[in-house]
């Protein structure tokens, strides 16, 4: 009995991963119905869609489901008339749908190859184990070390030594050691699979935003429609959700600032419908996604010339509050959002040409590439994207002081003392020093006791004593067991500009 209700969850997930393609495919069907009402295979490619629903659905008992598909295939059917009122009501048909699934695991997780998908938890808990084996590695190369240094003192305290008196362990650890090569090698390929394996392409999510444009457009009595480029491009599956919100913020924003009326653009010499553009590539190591419009671009008697500014919490350049805007409550959001995945976000605009917000991603973030440092007995992580260079903290410099300010080549760097911003108890050494670090153009130091360098890591979550912690953004476990907090450098930032004052 067991195995058959295994069976029937695993029905019952597979049907919820087809069901939200398939509404996926009629909401970016009916808007290519509404630019061409005449493509008889998009009216095709609807109904089949449609049909799907409804005979999934009655296989696993979804009766309300499969009714509402038979109604919504059977108007499909007799489409005669095609505007922009009926696909407006099908597109609420769409959302109906997607109430109806509502509570099932809709987003549609990574394609292993053409056959096989595997949930996202269990891709994380696959990295989760294949870190584990890594520390295990790690403690099992000490153990061969240490049995090493051993063997070699023993050998150093004879001068010579008969192949009578000789038992063989030189032989049998040169061959130990060759083997953990061999497993380390091994563990490093399955990680990286792994890893490929969580990569998702961001054309479906591109897709999406479609209907975004249509109906945002729609609310302000504009024109406007969606290009996408590179959604063969793949990023992190758990990156794909965590974009979202921030992406919908800024279609939004470009539609309601940007984008100008149809009567306006046609004076100005423009087309009368305006385009947004959700383009990804890879770059340097990162994942570049450029939002875009064509439309006026930033006010400049409203902004002035810094860009930044729109990032401020309360910045709105709306005249009235709207369902969309003027709360002042989006793009600072936005910004934390992008930075909440280890990104940035800047600003490109031109009078009359359009805006481009360009952000940058690490490829995974399940691995980030960390500075290890010391500070009172225990190891801190900072990213390395964060980190600019390494100097000691001159003699003169108070021992005691939570923070302070540092000349370093003719430029004044606040400085925040590591083991004091958490409490750690415990002497100070002799000699410390300053780990460099940047955020959002601006520098800081950070005291720590001793540098360990650069390494790759597993991020693990946090748990619920570091949660609500300011200034630590992650965990991970280190070779000898032991757990390792990864920093969180905006927030110690922002913890510096209150101590020193700085903007």
Known sequence: MADFDLNLDDLDATFAMEAADDVAALEAGLLALEDAPDDAEVRRELLRRAHTLKGNASIVGRQALAAFAHGYEERLEHLDVIDASVIASLLSGVDTFRRLLDGEELAAPAPVNQHIRVRAE????????????????????????????????????????????????????????????????????????????????????????????????????????????????????????????????MIRNAIDHGIEPSSERVANGKPPVGHITLAAKHEAGTIIIRVSDDGRGLDRAAIGADDAVIFEPG?????????????????????????????????????????????????????????????????????????????????????????????????????????????????????????????????????????????QTVIKPLGDYFENVPGIAGSSILGSGRVALILDIRAIFDRMEKENGTE
């Open 315 to 455: 910045f709105t350049t709306a005249k009235e509050v709207t369902d969309l805007s003027g709360r002042g409550v989006g793009m600072d959001v936005v910004r934390r959002g992008i930075e909440a995945l280890r990104g940035t976000i800047a600003i490109e605009s031109s009078e009359g040409v359009g805006t481009t917000f360009t952000i940058r991603l690490p490829l995974t973030l399940a691995v980030i590439e960390g500075f290890g440092v010391a500070a009172g007995g225990e190891t801190w992580i900072v990213p390395m994207e964060s980190v600019v260079e390494c100097v000691e903290l001159p003699v003169d410099e108070p021992r005691d002081a939570l923070s302070g300010v540092l000349l370093l080549r003719d430029e004044i760097v606040p400085y925040v003392r590591l083991r004091s911003l958490f409490a750690i108890e415990g002497e100070t050494p002799s000699r410390e020093n300053v780990l460099v670090v940047q955020h959002d153009g601006m520098k800081g130091g950070l005291v720590i006791d001793e540098l360990h360098g650069a390494s």
């Open 122 to 249: 269990k891709l994380n808990r696959m990295l989760d184990l294949a870190g584990e084996i890594s520390i295990a590695r790690g403690r099992v190369s000490d153990v061969i070390l240490s049995a090493a240094k051993d063997l070699q003192m023993r050998r150093s305290r004879s001068f010579a030594v008969s192949a009578a008196q000789d038992d063989g362990s030189g032989g049998a650890l040169d061959e130990l050691i060759e083997t953990e090569r061999q497993i380390d090698q091994l563990q490093a390929e399955l990680q990286e699979l792994i890893m490929r394996a969580r990569m998702v392409p961001v054309g479906p999510m591109f897709r999406q935003y479609a209907r975004t444009v249509r109906d945002t457009a729609a609310i302000h009595g504009k024109n406007a429609t969606l290009t996408t480029i590179g959604d063969d491009v793949e990023i992190d599956t758990s990156a794909v959700e965590l974009l979202r919100d921030p992406i919908t913020h």
